[in-house]
């Protein structure tokens, strides 16, 4: 049985060199950010500097969210019990699942429903007669809302782009007050839904970028683990011995 | 047993957000570059404009070498198996070893001697006496030099950074030429490792970066793998109907 | 915030030694067989005989499927980069998603809607409305049932146990070849759903017992490829230089 | 390029079946254990009686070992972050390296050396000059020798093989007390190496069978989590609410 033809659009490779979706890569190299290049190796075309911008602090805000959460504890165990950095990784993104990370595609789903016409409060109605919660919304940690949620918004907001996926976003929250009667807010997840929403790239991407991002900071875990006694018993009580609250230079501030 | 208590130096959350390396993340997002923040996470301090810059320019080299490469390839079998995206991209990252990605840390080694003073030639005799290759050297594909190292070494070159590494690796190649008759040119790894080792980022550093980079490109070909017949046998064989060669816009040109 | 307590009713560790649900390992060492032992920590009860050769004939049925199935591919991917045999192990149960292995539970579920009294054609009937395949049925390379098939639905016969759910896989056999005018034989998945399904092993450890058996499989693929030269480009074609077919010595049969 | 072509000698399949080493699979299903059929794979013939008995019990004594081994963590970090059955069992293998599991291969290594000749002492000598622990023996929770070690000599002895690997590590042991003053006691990984090394199975194969015995206690562990809350922080402080201490029924005693 012969191979199955098959073809790929992304990246070509020759003896000239590397060309991501037609571009050469060599000239991408010191003109091009990485998430403009991610956004181009995605959607096949180069980003606009707004929405470069924007999956840039889409990724900064997704690059890592303390020492135990799933995706840091199990790189530590694997490099606890001898493993390789590479193997870390892996066991770090085989914890990003429907509770961890993946969140925001299927939240994006959610938001496209209400951009679509639907209201909100119908939406929520139905996501709670399945028994489920509304993937986006809501944190353990977070009763008021995430910080970082603000700031994306903002930056959104900044860029001039249209919003309806935030606007979508926040209609939600609001119906959930509604119908809760206390406070569900929009959860990091849910703001990487609405802002890449709005500036139109497909949930599997937005998926991608968040692991993407996410492995960054696994990876740093996993390293500083292995500074650590092989073996030992890894709880999620540990203390933060590291630098005080500082604010960042003024010469860093855009 | 009580567990034993471990401190972690990198990231605090608390219910005021989420602080990495005492900078607030909320006020890094929008501001700094996500290279720029993996430096952060990585080293503690923020980088220098130069410093960032290379960093940008090594994760944009590594992000992709096209649809057969082993990472590519095991991620896409995850697909067509029913795998989902995080086990195709932890089945790429399985893939990375001391054969795929994992030469720049060893190369890294290498360059370290030769800044240290040893002579390049004694350097790979003694690699060669025991019978492996010089890591970071070399390719399948490319006998002549890659263009993205000429690129990435060009790029040091701009900042104006000092470059004992990249005359390490130079060296080296020179070294090579003499003994082996023929040209065993620095490859990407190699020229990652060179650069990386002038901006000072310590080996381990260094293959996170290429790691994280990568996994950007192996889970955009895991997408594409999704739209395929599942359980097709994929062999390396191939076409590509994407775009032509075309030129970066004179806009994105720095 | 304390860590919340939880409990674990499998294997209790004490400087006595282990106990595998109340029994000492060290007794079930010598005594138990391999299968027998997965059956007790799994259900919490030791086997009958009949159960006990049944799991291993199912185990051994699974082994291995040849080379160039999506999991022995991604192991030998992973060492041809340069990952260990942990990683080739990893990587190869990353391809066992909905399309490779992981439909005896799928299959399990639709068994046991005709054994609780739905008839076969209506069942399918369901299942072709959604545009899906009925899990457990049809293979690729066999037109015909498979040997294996026979060989496990003799085996349970042999034992005695009764049957419903290996009738509701011959009902679903007819009824496929009925409406869809060709044969679809039941396939290994199939076949392992039905026996795990008449010694009331639930479907979650049926999923489990196939991926635990063809890892041992899986692993032997990665070994192999240790002798082989690193980065290859591995295509599904390959030839088989190993013994000709030969009968099992008869002091092996039972 | 096309691609190169490669041999495999393991399994062949065809429309007739399956031939694992020549032999048809359906004739080994039924006909032999699981631990034969892998003995079968692994090295290219049947076992003998003895083999066949001796890796089942290597098999049995390395199923589990309690819900605190990073394997059996990193499984229940992954199912409690939404991942599946497989990604759950990858994230287990992760963890499985030179501190978990990987021992075997490394103490064969060792025992190699007692058994071609070189005084035990030198051996040990050898290994703590480097700074380094002698693989295979000593663990953090058996101060006396762990019980399974004992019943795994006594199994081998039963079966009237020859034992010169077990022998070198009792040598080692008794050189450990004389060196260190106090009882380094042969653990289990040790103990798999001895046997395995007296009947002959290559230090890779050790490993592979370890890996795959302990799959099957990994994969319980990630099915018990399925039940509990998703994302809850899983530290290694945990209750046995199981059966009490039970013997062995005395019909399954042999």
């Not at 990876?219 to 933060?240: F, K, N, S, V």
Request: aromatic residues 4%.
């Amino acid at each position: 049985m012969p191979d199955e033809p098959w073809e790929s659009q992304l990246t070509h490779t020759s003896s000239d060199g590397i060309r991501i979706r037609g571009y050469d890569l060599s000239e991408l190299i010191g003109n091009l950010s990485y998430p403009a290049t991610l956004f181009l190796l995605y959607t096949g075309e180069l980003p606009t500097p707004a929405e470069s911008r924007l999956i840039e602090a889409l990724m900064v805000a997704s690059i890592d969210h303390g020492p135990t959460t799933p995706s840091a504890l199990a790189a530590r165990g694997s490099i606890s019990g001898g493993g390789t950095l590479q193997a870390a990784g892996a066991a770090g993104l085989l914890t990003m699942g429907r509770h961890h990370g993946a969140a925001v595609e299927a939240c994006m789903a959610v938001l496209q429903k209400v951009v679509s016409g639907e209201p909100a409060a119908a939406v929520i109605e139905e996501i709670a007669a399945r028994g489920e919660r509304v993937p986006g919304f809501g944190h353990r940690q977070h009763k008021e809302r995430d910080p970082r949620v603000d700031r994306l918004f903002e930056l959104a907001s900044k860029e001039g782009i249209a919003t309806p996926h935030i606007e979508a976003a926040t209609a939600i929250e609001d119906a959930l007050r509604t119908s809760a009667g206390n406070r569900v807010p929009i959860n990091i997840d849910g703001a990487m839904a609405a802002v890449l929403g709005d500036i139109g790239v497909p949930a599997e991407f937005a998926n991608a970028i968040f692991i993407t991002a996410r492995l960054g900071g696994v990876l740093r875990h996993a390293i500083e683990e292995q500074g650590m006694t092989p073996m030992r018993r890894i709880g999620p009580d540990h203390t933060y011995p590291g630098p005080d609250p500082r604010p960042l230079p003024e010469e860093e501030q855009r």
